[in-house]
């Protein structure tokens, strides 16, 4: 299987965001980390924050995931500055389109994703996983990605 990484335009970073952000506000309530009050709110503001000058802000990079016939199909952003003594690239969203889970497609987007960071110089990936989320947890083993920290919460009654 093979896919594409490539670079959003403007209108892919509308839609990308007109998404994501809500997206990412549901997977905190889900958490427990927010509360459906607050979420949007600081979700966007989490969003702000990371890209202040939108899909310009400085070392974000964010694709269109491509299957081989150019349609797309997901998409990925992550963030690298060449200075970091690690020479380590940080995934703040991936996302295969729900239509086009399960097809190989998420584990094709991580392995370009890899060949990519070998040419950029990056020496390690890391990334962010909601513990609710087995699927993805399941996929990022499979692919030789470890847990580095554990932030674990109980709730009292």
């Known amino acids: 299987m093979t896919v594409s990484l490539i670079p959003m335009t ?12 809500k997206e990412y506000a549901d997977e905190k309530v889900k958490a ?29 990079y964010l694709y269109v995931i491509a299957d081989s016939e150019g349609r797309k199909i997901g998409w990925l952003w992550y963030k690298f500055d060449e200075r970091h003594p690690q020479k380590e690239a ?14 190989g497609y998420a584990k094709a987007a991580l392995r370009a994703l890899d060949d990519l960071a ?8 890391s990334l962010h996983v909601f513990s609710h989320n087995k699927r993805a947890i399941y996929l ?18």
């Open 10 to 21: 403007q209108n892919d970073f509308a839609q990308y965001t007109s998404s994501a952000i």
């Open 32 to 60: 427990g980390t927010w509360t459906i009050d607050e979420a949007l709110t600081k979700s966007s503001r989490e969003y702000q924050r990371l890209l202040p000058d939108g899909m310009d802000s400085h070392h974000q």
């Open 90 to 103: 940080f995934i703040f969203d991936f996302k295969i389109f729900e239509e086009k889970q399960g097809l």
């Open 118 to 125: 070998v040419k950029r110089g990056i020496k390690k990936i």
């Open 140 to 157: 990022y083993e499979k692919l030789d990605y470890k847990a580095t920290d554990i932030n674990m919460s109980k709730w009292l009654e």
